[in-house]
């Protein structure tokens, strides 16, 4: 039986991610986030610091993809990891890391990645540059109970991740738990009016006591010269009753980061 492993790696040695200073007040004290973000034309990654934690926000790009049983080329193909801020731990000899695992039954996907942080910059296994004109914009923030990252190019917002404290169970499970992934996967919205965008998600599925649900997600927000402000929104319904969990809308404010310096 064949099977696919999908190869989510990008050639090269080097990463460099100048450090990007919010304009937020009391962006200075000890409890403020700093981002680290780069792109190119091939992939954009970030990182936030966070007193004396790291972690991975954004991991996206284009990757080539075969099959292994026998090796066969299928093409090239984009990928977008870690939907949520993603903790890295810091390796035996130094710098941090993080991976990712997902895929379905006929394929296997894995993101991993790895940076050393020093001053306003953070160096790492994939080349980058320095952000530069025309460079996707990058907005974060985190407020009460939900935190949010993303980037604005052209027409479109994509890239939204983050995390957010729910007032219902979610997918399977029967418990609410403390925090959870605004989306499965990083979700994209196109801009409406030059400025305001929707994004609406589905999912079904089965719990394990074998009741159905439904979980209805809705983001949406405009864009202005400093920030993305905006709610977020997820409804689950159960059948057959029709039981309906709402958490939100949850407001949000994502402040434009913009280089150090």
Same mark, same amino acid.
């Given at each position: 039986?064949?099977?696919?492993?999908?190869?989510?790696?990008?050639?090269?040695?080097?990463?460099?991610?100048?450090?990007?200073?919010?304009?937020?007040? #009391?962006? /200075?004290?000890? +409890?403020? &986030?700093?981002?680290?973000?780069?792109?190119?034309?091939?992939?954009?990654?970030?990182?936030?610091?966070?007193?004396?934690?790291?972690?991975?926000?954004?991991? &996206?790009?284009?990757?080539?993809?075969?099959?292994?049983?026998?090796?066969?080329?299928?093409?090239?193909? !984009?990928? %977008?990891?870690?939907?949520?801020?993603?903790?890295?731990?810091?390796?035996?000899? !130094?710098?941090?890391?993080?991976?990712?695992? /997902?895929?379905?039954?006929?394929?296997?996907?894995?993101?991993?990645?790895?940076?050393?942080?020093? #001053?306003?910059?953070? %160096?790492? +296994?994939?080349?980058?540059?320095?952000?530069k004109r025309g460079e996707k914009r990058v907005?974060?923030?985190?407020?009460?109970?939900?935190?949010?990252?993303?980037?604005?190019?052209?027409?479109?917002? !994509?890239?939204?991740? =983050?995390?957010?404290?729910?007032?219902?169970?979610? =997918?399977? /499970?029967? %418990? @609410?738990?403390?925090?959870?992934?605004?989306?499965?996967?990083?979700?994209? &919205?196109?801009?409406?009016?030059? %400025?305001?965008?929707?994004?609406?998600?589905?999912?079904?599925?089965?719990t394990r006591s074998g009741g159905r649900f439904?979980?209805?997600?809705?983001?949406?927000?405009?864009?202005?010269?400093?920030?993305? @402000?905006?709610?977020?929104?997820?409804?689950?319904? +159960?059948?057959?009753? =029709?039981?309906?969990? @709402?958490?939100?809308?949850?407001?949000?404010?994502?402040?434009?980061?913009?280089?150090? =310096?």
């Amino acid at each position: 039986m064949a099977t696919a492993r999908r190869r989510r790696g990008i050639n090269g040695r080097w990463l460099l991610a100048v450090a990007l200073v919010a304009m937020l007040p #009391g962006a /200075g004290s000890a +409890s403020a &986030a700093a981002l680290y973000a780069g792109s190119t034309e091939k992939y954009s990654v970030a990182f936030k610091a966070e007193g004396a934690k790291r972690y991975v926000m954004q991991f &996206a790009g284009r990757t080539h993809c075969y099959y292994t049983e026998p090796e066969e080329s299928v093409g090239g193909g !984009g990928f %977008s990891a870690f939907p949520a801020p993603k903790l890295m731990h810091e390796g035996p000899h !130094g710098g941090f890391a993080a991976h990712e695992y /997902g895929g379905d039954s006929y394929s296997l996907s894995i993101a991993e990645i790895r940076g050393d942080f020093s #001053g306003d910059a953070v %160096s790492g +296994s994939a080349p980058a540059g320095s952000p530069k004109r025309g460079e996707k914009r990058v907005y974060y923030g985190k407020r009460g109970p939900i935190e949010i990252f993303l980037r604005k190019t052209g027409a479109e917002v !994509g890239g939204i991740r =983050g995390t957010f404290v729910p007032r219902c169970p979610l =997918g399977k /499970g029967r %418990s @609410v738990p403390a925090q959870h992934a605004l989306f499965r996967r990083p979700a994209f &919205a196109k801009l409406e009016r030059g %400025s305001r965008f929707l994004r609406r998600v589905a999912h079904q599925g089965r719990t394990r006591s074998g009741g159905r649900f439904e979980e209805t997600i809705a983001i949406a927000g405009r864009v202005r010269g400093d920030a993305v @402000v905006g709610t977020y929104r997820r409804v689950r319904t +159960s059948e057959p009753d =029709g039981e309906r969990c @709402v958490t939100g809308p949850l407001p949000f404010r994502a402040v434009r980061y913009l280089p150090a =310096g």
